[in-house]
């Protein structure tokens, strides 16, 4: 296992989501709303109600000043599922009973997501610590220490179990620090790092893997555990 570094001292992890101490905000990625409307299995699996469910513990657990939706709350390019659109009201309505701002950034699967989110949706938001959130599938024009992005739904192997994980690197992306979150819906499979090239992650902020630390958050023990760099965890494995 490896040590947190001091520059992740104010990041706190909870459930494929992250806190942000500075900007007293959370931030999560890939909900993917209407991903069961889009599937072509015969009884699909809606999980909208445990996505709410998740997102109102994480309000609860942080009481933030503010949320921030990375990017891919809707699944469907081109068509919008009342199923999306009753769980995007939903998800809005549970930001506002939390006294919580609630903020939208656009992802590659959001070209509709204009005609239902209730506020504004931008292409990225800069928090108050100067922490830049962007989807990660195109650079954002702003510039910031830290980028907090989603997008390539990393997981990692270990003793034989695929997990979601983070990734946090120092100096990792425009001299500042990169954090690519786990996609937030358990029903993505995620793109195992294990044996994989920044290529295989497709976000122009990832132009490597090697230094990059994985990060395991623990359900069972309630805390994030810390993996060396790539380069070194991938002779371990």
Not at 44 to 55: F, G, L, Q, T
Not at 86 to 97: F, K, L, N, P, S
Not at 162 to 180: H, M, Q, S, T
Request: proline share 7%.
């Amino acid at each position: 296992m490896a040590v947190r570094p001091p520059s992740a001292a104010t990041l706190t992890f909870a459930d494929r989501a992250v806190y942000l101490a500075d900007a007293d905000a959370v931030v999560v990625a890939d909900l993917h709303f209407g991903r069961a409307d889009a599937s072509r299995v015969a009884a699909p699996i809606d999980a909208s109600e445990s996505i709410r469910h998740r997102v109102r513990a994480l309000l609860d657990r942080f009481a933030p000043t503010t949320v921030v939706f990375a990017g891919d709350l809707l699944h469907s390019f081109d068509r919008l599922p009342a199923v999306a659109t009753d769980a995007i009201e939903g998800v809005w309505d549970d930001c506002v009973d939390a006294d919580t701002e609630a903020l939208a950034v656009a992802g590659n699967h959001d070209s509709r997501l204009a005609d239902c989110w209730p506020g504004s949706v931008a292409d990225a938001v800069t928090l108050a610590d100067g922490t830049v959130v962007c989807h990660g599938h195109t650079p954002p024009e702003q510039r910031g220490h830290r980028y907090v992005v989603g997008h390539a739904h990393p997981a990692i192997t270990i003793e034989g179990v695929k997990r979601p994980c983070y990734l946090f690197g120092d100096d990792a992306y425009r001299g500042g620090e990169l954090l690519v979150l786990p996609a937030f819906t358990t029903l993505a499979g995620g793109v195992d790092i294990t044996d994989r090239r920044a290529d295989d992650l497709s976000s122009p902020l990832v132009s490597t893997l090697a230094p990059l630390q994985p990060v395991v958050w623990d359900d069972d023990g309630d805390n994030a555990l810390w993996f060396p760099p790539l380069q070194r965890l991938r002779s371990l494995l």
